[in-house]
Protein backbone atom coordinates (compact mmCIF):
# COMPACT_ATOMS: atom_id res chain seq x y z
CA UNK A 1 0.00 0.00 0.00
CA UNK A 2 1.08 3.46 -0.85
CA UNK A 3 1.27 5.48 2.10
CA UNK A 4 2.63 8.55 2.58
CA UNK A 5 4.29 8.88 6.14
CA UNK A 6 2.79 10.66 8.89
CA UNK A 7 4.01 13.89 9.58
CA UNK A 8 3.56 13.35 13.19
CA UNK A 9 4.84 9.95 13.14
CA UNK A 10 7.26 10.27 16.69
CA UNK A 11 11.04 9.04 15.57
CA UNK A 12 12.35 6.03 16.87
CA UNK A 13 15.88 4.24 17.19
CA UNK A 14 16.07 1.24 14.84
CA UNK A 15 17.66 -1.37 17.73
CA UNK A 16 13.67 -0.08 19.24
CA UNK A 17 11.40 -0.85 16.04
CA UNK A 18 9.39 -3.89 16.25
CA UNK A 19 9.24 -4.83 12.91
CA UNK A 20 6.41 -8.18 13.66
CA UNK A 21 4.49 -5.62 15.51
CA UNK A 22 4.78 -3.40 12.41
CA UNK A 23 3.64 -5.96 10.34
CA UNK A 24 0.70 -7.54 12.22
CA UNK A 25 -0.52 -4.04 12.32
CA UNK A 26 0.21 -3.05 8.64
CA UNK A 27 -2.51 -6.76 8.44
CA UNK A 28 -5.03 -5.31 10.31
CA UNK A 29 -5.19 -1.85 8.68
CA UNK A 30 -5.10 -3.56 5.23
CA UNK A 31 -9.56 -4.04 6.05
CA UNK A 32 -11.22 -1.04 4.85
CA UNK A 33 -14.57 -0.20 3.13
CA UNK A 34 -13.20 -1.31 -0.19
CA UNK A 35 -11.92 -4.71 1.04
CA UNK A 36 -13.61 -6.11 3.66
CA UNK A 37 -12.83 -9.49 3.35
CA UNK A 38 -9.43 -10.65 3.09
CA UNK A 39 -7.48 -14.04 2.10
CA UNK A 40 -4.04 -14.64 2.72
CA UNK A 41 -3.11 -13.37 -1.16
CA UNK A 42 -4.84 -10.64 -0.96
CA UNK A 43 -3.35 -9.30 2.40
CA UNK A 44 -0.37 -10.17 1.42
CA UNK A 45 -1.30 -8.06 -2.21
CA UNK A 46 -2.19 -4.62 0.30
CA UNK A 47 1.13 -5.21 2.75
CA UNK A 48 3.58 -5.89 0.85
CA UNK A 49 4.03 -9.05 2.73
CA UNK A 50 4.93 -12.75 1.41
CA UNK A 51 1.24 -14.98 0.93
CA UNK A 52 2.91 -16.98 4.07
CA UNK A 53 3.72 -14.61 6.25
CA UNK A 54 0.65 -12.95 5.54
CA UNK A 55 -1.54 -15.98 6.47
CA UNK A 56 0.37 -16.35 9.89
CA UNK A 57 -0.68 -12.96 11.14
CA UNK A 58 -4.01 -13.12 10.08
CA UNK A 59 -4.40 -16.40 12.01
CA UNK A 60 -2.31 -14.80 14.90
CA UNK A 61 -5.03 -11.98 14.53
CA UNK A 62 -7.99 -14.15 14.49
CA UNK A 63 -6.04 -15.88 17.98
CA UNK A 64 -6.43 -12.92 19.72
CA UNK A 65 -9.78 -12.02 18.50
CA UNK A 66 -9.40 -9.27 16.27
CA UNK A 67 -10.41 -10.95 13.52
CA UNK A 68 -13.22 -13.52 12.16
CA UNK A 69 -12.97 -16.14 9.34
CA UNK A 70 -14.74 -18.69 7.60
CA UNK A 71 -11.37 -20.59 7.02
CA UNK A 72 -10.31 -19.35 3.80
CA UNK A 73 -11.09 -15.30 4.08
CA UNK A 74 -10.59 -13.17 7.44
CA UNK A 75 -12.76 -10.06 8.16
CA UNK A 76 -12.88 -7.58 11.12
CA UNK A 77 -14.29 -8.74 14.59
CA UNK A 78 -16.03 -5.81 17.27
CA UNK A 79 -12.95 -6.39 19.55
CA UNK A 80 -10.98 -3.89 17.36
CA UNK A 81 -13.68 -1.17 18.77
CA UNK A 82 -11.56 -1.38 22.39
CA UNK A 83 -8.94 0.73 20.47
CA UNK A 84 -11.67 3.02 18.69
CA UNK A 85 -13.52 2.92 22.23
CA UNK A 86 -10.72 4.03 24.24
CA UNK A 87 -8.99 6.87 21.87
CA UNK A 88 -12.37 8.19 22.01
CA UNK A 89 -12.98 7.89 25.75
CA UNK A 90 -9.38 8.86 26.81
CA UNK A 91 -8.29 11.92 23.99
CA UNK A 92 -9.24 15.20 24.87
CA UNK A 93 -9.46 16.56 21.23
CA UNK A 94 -13.07 14.88 20.97
CA UNK A 95 -14.86 15.55 24.46
CA UNK A 96 -13.35 19.49 23.75
CA UNK A 97 -14.81 19.81 20.13
CA UNK A 98 -18.30 17.91 20.74
CA UNK A 99 -20.34 20.16 22.51
CA UNK A 100 -19.73 23.01 19.64
CA UNK A 101 -20.03 20.23 16.86
CA UNK A 102 -23.67 19.36 18.71
CA UNK A 103 -24.67 22.93 19.34
CA UNK A 104 -23.91 23.93 15.13
CA UNK A 105 -25.98 20.94 13.62
CA UNK A 106 -28.78 21.85 16.38
CA UNK A 107 -28.39 25.68 15.05
CA UNK A 108 -28.22 24.36 11.17
CA UNK A 109 -29.38 21.04 10.54
CA UNK A 110 -26.32 20.41 9.11
CA UNK A 111 -23.17 17.96 9.40
CA UNK A 112 -20.52 18.89 11.09
CA UNK A 113 -17.22 16.89 12.07
CA UNK A 114 -13.80 17.31 13.43
CA UNK A 115 -11.11 16.03 11.17
CA UNK A 116 -7.13 14.67 11.62
CA UNK A 117 -4.94 13.85 9.46
CA UNK A 118 -3.14 10.57 9.11
CA UNK A 119 -0.79 9.41 6.42
CA UNK A 120 -2.85 9.92 3.21
CA UNK A 121 -5.98 9.47 4.76
CA UNK A 122 -8.35 11.96 7.46
CA UNK A 123 -9.79 10.73 10.50
CA UNK A 124 -13.35 11.68 11.59
CA UNK A 125 -12.58 11.81 15.66
CA UNK A 126 -15.91 13.11 16.70
CA UNK A 127 -19.63 14.88 14.45
CA UNK A 128 -22.09 16.30 15.49
CA UNK A 129 -25.12 14.53 16.89
CA UNK A 130 -28.55 13.81 14.54
CA UNK A 131 -30.53 16.95 14.04
CA UNK A 132 -33.14 18.15 11.34
CA UNK A 133 -35.04 16.49 8.91
CA UNK A 134 -34.15 12.51 7.79
CA UNK A 135 -33.47 13.94 4.22
CA UNK A 136 -30.17 15.79 5.60
CA UNK A 137 -26.96 15.13 4.15
CA UNK A 138 -25.22 12.48 4.91
CA UNK A 139 -22.05 11.60 2.67
CA UNK A 140 -21.25 7.84 2.38
CA UNK A 141 -18.47 6.77 4.98
CA UNK A 142 -18.58 10.04 6.95
CA UNK A 143 -19.19 8.09 10.58
CA UNK A 144 -17.24 8.45 13.22
CA UNK A 145 -13.95 6.93 13.54
CA UNK A 146 -14.20 6.53 9.30
CA UNK A 147 -11.03 7.28 7.12
CA UNK A 148 -11.12 9.54 3.97
CA UNK A 149 -8.67 10.13 1.32
CA UNK A 150 -7.23 13.31 2.30
CA UNK A 151 -6.80 14.83 -1.09
CA UNK A 152 -10.28 15.17 -2.13
CA UNK A 153 -11.68 16.53 0.85
CA UNK A 154 -11.89 19.99 2.20
CA UNK A 155 -10.71 18.99 5.84
CA UNK A 156 -7.40 17.13 3.99
CA UNK A 157 -6.44 20.32 1.80
CA UNK A 158 -6.75 22.48 4.94
CA UNK A 159 -4.80 20.00 6.92
CA UNK A 160 -2.21 19.36 3.92
CA UNK A 161 -2.08 23.67 3.76
CA UNK A 162 -0.72 23.41 7.79
CA UNK A 163 2.28 21.04 6.32
CA UNK A 164 5.85 22.53 6.08
CA UNK A 165 6.61 22.62 2.71
CA UNK A 166 8.83 20.01 2.38
CA UNK A 167 6.88 17.74 4.30
CA UNK A 168 3.97 18.86 1.77
CA UNK A 169 6.33 18.05 -1.16
CA UNK A 170 7.21 14.56 0.51
CA UNK A 171 3.18 13.87 0.79
CA UNK A 172 2.23 14.52 -2.37
CA UNK A 173 5.50 12.32 -4.31
CA UNK A 174 4.37 10.02 -2.35
CA UNK A 175 0.43 9.82 -2.19
CA UNK A 176 -1.80 7.66 -4.53
CA UNK A 177 -4.46 10.39 -6.03
CA UNK A 178 -7.18 7.78 -6.85
CA UNK A 179 -10.28 9.79 -8.88
CA UNK A 180 -13.28 9.29 -7.36
CA UNK A 181 -15.52 11.07 -9.19
CA UNK A 182 -15.18 13.46 -12.23
CA UNK A 183 -14.28 16.68 -10.19
CA UNK A 184 -11.75 14.86 -8.10
CA UNK A 185 -8.55 16.54 -8.67
CA UNK A 186 -5.94 13.92 -9.64
CA UNK A 187 -2.45 15.59 -10.58
CA UNK A 188 -0.11 16.96 -8.27
CA UNK A 189 -0.02 20.51 -9.63
CA UNK A 190 -3.85 21.64 -9.53
CA UNK A 191 -3.80 19.85 -5.93
CA UNK A 192 -0.91 21.69 -5.04
CA UNK A 193 -2.72 24.60 -6.16
CA UNK A 194 -5.32 23.86 -4.49
CA UNK A 195 -3.90 23.56 -1.16
CA UNK A 196 -2.57 26.83 -1.48
CA UNK A 197 -5.79 28.40 -2.28
CA UNK A 198 -6.77 27.03 1.38
CA UNK A 199 -3.45 27.79 3.25
CA UNK A 200 -4.01 31.46 1.53
CA UNK A 201 -8.01 31.87 2.49
CA UNK A 202 -7.98 29.63 5.34
CA UNK A 203 -10.67 27.49 4.78
CA UNK A 204 -11.16 24.97 1.90
CA UNK A 205 -14.99 24.34 -0.18
CA UNK A 206 -14.56 20.73 -2.30
CA UNK A 207 -17.19 20.35 -4.52
CA UNK A 208 -18.74 16.38 -5.57
CA UNK A 209 -14.83 15.62 -5.05
CA UNK A 210 -14.91 13.04 -2.64
CA UNK A 211 -18.33 12.11 -3.38
CA UNK A 212 -21.67 13.08 -5.86
CA UNK A 213 -24.15 15.11 -4.27
CA UNK A 214 -22.00 16.41 -1.47
CA UNK A 215 -20.47 19.78 -0.60
CA UNK A 216 -18.14 20.11 2.04
CA UNK A 217 -16.76 23.32 3.88
CA UNK A 218 -13.61 23.03 6.42
CA UNK A 219 -11.69 25.46 8.43
CA UNK A 220 -8.30 24.93 10.05
CA UNK A 221 -8.65 24.70 14.18
CA UNK A 222 -5.55 26.07 15.77
CA UNK A 223 -4.39 26.18 19.61
CA UNK A 224 -2.82 28.92 21.37
CA UNK A 225 0.18 28.49 19.61
CA UNK A 226 -1.10 28.57 16.24
CA UNK A 227 -0.72 25.01 15.50
CA UNK A 228 -3.31 23.19 13.24
CA UNK A 229 -4.50 20.30 15.36
CA UNK A 230 -7.77 19.43 13.63
CA UNK A 231 -9.89 20.68 10.62
CA UNK A 232 -13.72 21.41 11.23
CA UNK A 233 -16.16 20.83 8.26
CA UNK A 234 -19.76 21.10 7.36
CA UNK A 235 -21.21 18.90 4.53
CA UNK A 236 -24.49 19.52 2.35
CA UNK A 237 -26.56 19.00 -0.64
CA UNK A 238 -26.14 21.01 -3.19
CA UNK A 239 -29.58 20.92 -3.60
CA UNK A 240 -29.73 22.63 0.02
CA UNK A 241 -27.02 25.15 -0.16
CA UNK A 242 -24.71 25.46 -3.69
CA UNK A 243 -21.35 26.63 -3.35
CA UNK A 244 -21.95 30.50 -2.60
CA UNK A 245 -24.98 29.71 -0.45
CA UNK A 246 -22.27 27.67 1.89
CA UNK A 247 -19.69 29.93 2.11
CA UNK A 248 -21.76 32.92 2.52
CA UNK A 249 -24.17 30.63 5.08
CA UNK A 250 -21.42 28.37 7.16
CA UNK A 251 -18.41 30.14 6.63
CA UNK A 252 -18.85 32.61 9.25
CA UNK A 253 -19.70 30.08 11.67
CA UNK A 254 -16.92 27.38 11.06
CA UNK A 255 -14.81 30.37 11.63
CA UNK A 256 -16.34 32.01 14.48
CA UNK A 257 -16.57 28.00 16.03
CA UNK A 258 -12.66 27.79 15.45
CA UNK A 259 -12.12 31.60 16.98
CA UNK A 260 -14.18 30.12 20.31
CA UNK A 261 -11.91 26.73 20.38
CA UNK A 262 -8.94 28.01 19.58
CA UNK A 263 -8.07 28.68 24.36
CA UNK A 264 -9.33 24.80 24.40
CA UNK A 265 -6.90 23.31 21.93
Not at 162 to 180: N, S
Request: aromatic fraction near 4%; charge should be positive.
Amino acid sequence: MNTPPTPTSTPIAKADFIEGMAKGMAVLESFDTERQRLNASLAAQRTGLTRAAARRHLLTLAHLGYLESDGSYFWLAPKVLRFSGSYLASARLPRVLQPTLNRLAAQTQQSFSAVVLDGSEVVIVARSGVYGAPSRVLAYGLHLGARLPAHPTSTGRVLLAALPAAALTTWLKGAALQRLTPHTLTQVGPLRQAIARARRDDWCLAAEEHELGVHALAVPLRNLQGQTVAALNVVASPRQLDEGSLQREMLPLLQEAARELRGLL
